[in-house]
Each structure stands twice: as C-alpha cells, then as structure tokens.
C-alpha cells in the first residue's frame, strides 16, 4: 500500500483529523458557490459577490497573528471543535438572505465564518504532527496538502450541482450539516493535539513578538515562510479565468473547466512531490524550482490559442504550487517547536493570503481594459520574478547536515 494512503488506514486520529478537514473544505464551497450565484440574482450587482469573497479572505488574513497566539495557548482540540460549530451556526444566517436589503446579513454571516477559520487554521495546521509518528509526517502532509486541492475538484462541483438542483437555501443547510459533521470527527481524535505547556502563556502582543523574533533569527524558516507568497502572487490570475475562456472560445464551460483544472493540479502536486520530504538537502531547491514552474506553466498559457493546452498548462501550474504548498508545511511542521508552531503557522498563512488578496486586487483595476492573455503572462512573470530573488537569497543557505 503507498505510505500516503497507509498512514489514512492504520492511524485513525489522523484520519479523523484530516476527515474533519475534508469536510468542512466541502462545506465552505457549498456556501461560496451557491452565495456567489444568489447574491447577483437578488441585487443585480456582482458588488456585493466582490465584498463577500473581500470579507472571506481579507478578515482571516487580519486576524492569523492574534489567532495563532491562541492556538499555541489553549487546547487545540477545542478551538477546532469550537470553530466548526461557529460556522455551523453562522451558515444558518445564509437563509435570512432573502431580498436586495437583506444583502448585509450575507456579508455579516460570512465575515463571522471568516473569523473562525482564522481560528481554525492555525490550530489544525499546527496539530498534524502531534496526531502522527514521526516517520509518518512525510506522508500525512502529503494527504494534507492533497485536502485543498481535492475538495476544489470534488466540492466545488457538487456544490454547483446542489445549487442548481435545489436552490442556494439547501446548500446553506447542507453545509451546516458538513460542518457539525467535522466537529464530531475532531472530538474522536484521542492523542492530544498540542505537547504539555510548562511555562505560563505570555501576553497576546509578547507571544507576537516572540513568534516574529524566532523567524527573523533563523533564516531557514524565514525564507519557509515566504515561499508561499509566490505563487500567492501570481493567483491573481483567477481573476481572469471567465476572460481566458471567452478568448479561447470555450465560454462559461471553460471557466470551470479551467477550476477543475486548477483543483486537479492542486490535488496531484502533493502527491508527485512527496519524494522530496525524505532529503532535506533537496527541499529549499525544491521550493524554488515548483515557484518557477508555475510562473513559466502561466506565462505558457498566456501565449496558446488553444484551450486543451490551457487547460494542461493550468493543471501543471497547480501541480507546483500543491506541492510548493506542501513542501513548506512539511518543513515547518517537523523543525518548530510546538509551542511556537501556531503562531508561525499563522505567519506563513497571512503572508500567502495577503499576497492572494494584493494580486487579484491589482488584476480587478485592469482586467477590463486589458486582454486575458497580458494578465496571465504578467502573473506568470510576477511568480518568475519572486521565486528568482527567493532563490538568490535562500539557496546561499546551507542545508541541514541531517538528511
């Protein structure tokens, strides 16, 4: 049996964790996509589409260094269990959502979900190597970082399915349903999701602080930390995606053609890198080769004409970042501490999400004044450019002596 797949059968805390993961994963599609489709038919505006997924990314990434202190403070075991059951509740508010004036109660309900996913992320990601052996780190995270990418193919479309099946109120149901589904799978996990504190806590802005000195004195996890940032900034090309289907003449069917494709490379990426967690020597170049590649898969898409060759060319793209992804949660996970570790995590996130943000924000002011095909070429080029100067700087470091 693959090792990914065997440490899925033989440790069931693991499985329950990363389960619980799946699920709300799912669950957060079955209520973007059906929202995302209801809010223009309610209004006759795609303004407020915009501010919802404004609110998704932009509260969770404002909020990582305050909620990443509180996942190496308290039990993490509870602040997932807690998270989940808050967006439960909060996914019910979706079915106030009835007129052009009940509008805000959507931007309300997902600012509030928003919120417990900065509290969630940290926590869980911050949990994998307590629920796993050492040895079956390299294949859990592999798994883990598959969830993404798997829940984008997977979940995106039955929540498509489900919305135009029965109606964007269901889907808000369903998705509670997920989420009270995900607490319970937490609540089985039985090994402890965090080590044994042994000193008190420090103040909320000194646990900040604390995090953001241990970076800035080892380089290595420095450069972990931004690494994401790359092909955050490049993601803006999302943006353009229903442009480039148009210009290819692929039309609305293209456009999530071209998601699926994204979500597949996403999943698969993981899985084809794994290889590389078991020599730490090859991790940093690693990074930089999957950061080059996805500037270069882009800036490939941007000169066919072709949609199957688009299509393949996002799929690769994907492909690198999953495993860009992958990679550096590996190494983050395995050399710090603990009790630091939700805090850097939290660090790690908001630089990748406000890097995401930055980059479709510059995308929106000119997407309708300029073709697809310059926009795709210019994030390819932007990744290029970041993952040239990463490289110059990290590459210089040497690699642990341990491999």
């Not at 290819?248 to 999943?267: H, Q, V």
Request: charged fraction near 10%; aromatic fraction near 8%; include cysteine.
């Amino acid at each position: 049996m693959p090792p990914a797949l065997s440490v899925l059968t033989r440790n069931k805390d693991f499985r329950n964790l990363f389960t619980a993961d799946l699920i709300g994963l799912g669950a957060d599609w079955f209520v973007m996509i059906p929202l995302l489709t209801l809010l223009p038919h309610l209004t006759g505006s795609g303004l407020w589409g915009g501010l919802v997924l404004a609110a998704d990314t932009g509260v969770t990434a404002l909020l990582l260094p305050f909620t990443g202190t509180i996942a190496d403070r308290l039990d993490r075991r509870r602040i997932v269990i807690a998270a989940d059951l808050a967006m439960a509740v909060c996914a019910l508010f979706l079915l106030l959502v009835r007129t052009p004036a009940t509008a805000w109660v959507a931007l309300v309900a997902v600012g509030a979900i928003a919120v417990a996913k900065a509290f969630f992320t940290p926590a869980a990601q911050a949990a994998l190597p307590n629920v796993v052996d050492p040895e079956e780190l390299p294949a859990a995270n592999a798994l883990a970082g598959s969830a993404w990418g798997t829940m984008l193919v997977i979940g995106a479309s039955l929540g498509g399915i489900a919305s135009e099946a029965f109606g964007a109120y269901p889907c808000f149901v369903i998705a509670s349903a997920l989420l009270l589904f995900s607490a319970l799978q937490v609540w089985r996990v039985r090994r402890p999701l965090q080590a044994e504190r042994t000193e008190p806590p420090a103040p909320a802005f000194a646990a900040i602080a604390e995090s953001l000195r241990y970076i800035r004195a080892r380089p290595r996890i420095a450069s972990l930390v931004t690494v994401k940032s790359a092909v955050g900034f490049g993601n803006g090309v999302l943006t353009v995606f229903p442009l480039l289907a148009l210009a290819l003449g692929a039309g609305p069917l293209g456009t999530g053609l071209l998601f699926a494709a994204r979500g597949l490379g996403a999943l698969v990426g993981p899985m084809v890198l794994r290889r590389v967690l078991s020599h730490r020597s090859w991790l940093l170049p690693g990074l930089a080769l999957s950061m080059s590649l996805y500037g270069l898969a882009y800036i490939g898409v941007s000169l066919t004409t072709l949609f199957p060759l688009a299509l393949a060319g996002v799929v690769v793209a994907h492909l690198a970042a999953g495993g860009n992804w992958m990679m550096s949660n590996y190494v983050l996970q395995a050399e710090v501490p603990d009790a630091l570790r939700g805090r850097v995590f939290a660090t790690d996130f908001m630089l990748a999400t406000l890097s995401v943000a930055a980059s479709q924000l510059a995308v929106g002011v000119f997407v309708d004044h300029t073709d697809p095909r310059v926009l795709v070429a210019a994030c390819g080029a932007v990744t290029l450019l970041y993952a040239a100067g990463w490289s110059l700087v990290s590459l210089r470091r040497p690699a642990p002596a341990t491999e």
